[in-house]
């Protein structure tokens, strides 16, 4: 069982920058981070392959976020310029110890994280 540790989310201005950290505690595979907005459901922002050679982006997130791994640490960073409010939302880590599955699915990941708070204030 791989834990993994979401950090990073805080309260920020709209065109603010901000960045989220995602520690797990064994290998994985692909990893990505989800986003769940109030009263709506769980959506895909973006995700990386286990080399970190490809990359999805949701096109919300396509051109402002930056998905980028740290191998040596497990880590798995969102670098998010340019905050919008409809960015707003808990972000959830997730990742994968097997290969195969839509990347953008949610059933393509088997660890999940407690997710981080991030609000962007107008």
């Known amino acids: 069982q791989v834990q993994l540790v979401e950090s990073g989310g805080g309260l920020v201005q709209a065109g603010d920058s901000l960045r989220l950290s995602c520690a797990a505690s064994?290998?994985?595979?692909?990893m990505g981070w989800f986003r769940q907005a109030p009263g709506k459901e769980r959506e895909f922002v973006v995700a990386?392959?286990?080399?970190?050679?490809?990359?999805l982006y949701a096109d919300s997130a396509s051109g402002r976020f930056a998905i980028s791994r740290d191998y040596a640490k497990t880590t798995v960073y969102l670098k998010m310029n340019s905050l919008k409010p409809e960015a707003m939302g808990v972000y959830y880590c997730?990742?994968?110890?097997?290969?195969?599955?839509?990347?953008?699915?949610?059933?393509?990941?088997?660890?999940w994280g407690q997710g981080t708070q991030v609000t962007v204030s107008s």
């Open positions: 997730a990742a994968s110890g097997r290969y195969g599955g839509a990347w953008s699915g949610a059933n393509a990941y088997d660890y």
């Open positions: 064994g290998r994985t595979t692909l």
């Open positions: 990386i392959g286990g080399t970190g050679g490809h990359t």
